[in-house]
């Protein structure tokens, strides 16, 4: 027999020890989150403070006032001041190379108007958590935990993998560039290294510039991926004699509504990109195929940054669209061919088991294993109407109603080959 006082201390001794075993659990996994959503505070903390480093904070007033006023001077002021403090040295070689550098400006400021206001409209309006759908994570399965856990972990890799390339190369241009030209200002006495300030003030504004683009192209990466845990957990939910239509289709609709919410919430950022990209790339190729001057890293650096940085961050977008909505579509196939399972061993007499191999066309495959038997409980009627409702129900992200799938992507390529093709035809025929 135990004693009350050793029964108490061996309770207390469980209390002591439980906090210390659930400090090794990740947050998104621990029993308190479905109680407390606010811990989640944790899971994103780099993402907080890369917005505090970013002066992206609007979580108060002042954060907010010194958000609108980094933007107003990086992003607008500091190249203006890059522009028109600039003296051109006397080489045909030096005028392309300013005449490049002030048109990649308009693009540059162009997106990070685009990317800045996005996300001041999302903070103001939703917030990080809500913006990420992490709020109804408690009702998801723990597969689709560990997912978010480790998609948030390594969120940030694909921010890293696109700008750290690209500043090495821009700070190496720069270096090179502030080295031949000469910075005047009126008002200004010639013992002061204008140069050097301007040289700092600029490579900073196109930190900021290029860090507030990828920043929202990573969210939206992010947000299609963490979809994408929600659409496996969902594809789970077909295995089994187990198997309920009308939990499935719960399912469902909540996922829809997620989508449908992120359509509505990155479409403006996804087609006004798509116009200045475009716009910038033409342009560009128009300048560069007008200079009679041989092309060199000195006069075309900046065009290379700045193309490969637009193309990287806006094809992050379009892949992460296009392979949630891919996943999408291909649950009627799942759907049909569970229903079918299903009608096949309720129809026999004995236990019939089928399995299942689905593999996407993508570099990620997954199996699928169906079983089940004659006891299953969906009627015929149920699981054809199920299978009717995600037939007409399979989108995944649209813009205006288009599904921004590979079907869509070939015509926006297409689009954008037509018009290289014609401004060569140009080019050829004025030449």
Known sequence: M????????????NQVSEPNQLANVPLLLQPSYARSKSLLYDELRNFRISLKWCALDHSSRIGKFISYLTFLFLAIVVPLLGCFSIK???????????????WVQFPESGLALLGFFTLSRFFSKYGLRQLLFLDGLQDDSLFVRRGYTRELDKSFRYLACILLPSFFVELAHKIIFFSTVKVTLPHISSGVPLNSIVFVLVLSSWVYRTGVFLLVCVLFRLTCELQI??????????EGCESDAGVIFREHVRIRKQLSATSHRYRFFIIASL???TVSQLGTLILVLATKSDKSFFNSGDLVVCSAVELSGFFLCLLGAARITHRA?????????WHMTVTCASSGSDQWKEQTECRDSDSDSSDIFITVSSQDQSSFQTRQAL?????????????FGFALDRGLLHTIFAFEFSLVLWILSKVVVLS
Do not use: C, W
């Open 329 to 337: 579509q291909g649950i009627a196939s799942i759907a049909t061919r």
């Open 275 to 277: 116009v200045v990209i």
């Open 387 to 399: 299978v009717a409702y995600l037939q007409h129900n399979n989108g995944g992200i649209t813009l």
């Open 2 to 13: 135990m004693s009350p006082k050793t029964s108490n201390a061996t309770h207390m001794e």
């Open 229 to 238: 845990l929600r659409f496996e957990g969902f594809h789970k939910m077909f």
């Open 88 to 102: 051109v040295p006397s080489s045909a070689e030096a005028d392309d190379h300013i005449s490049f550098n002030k």
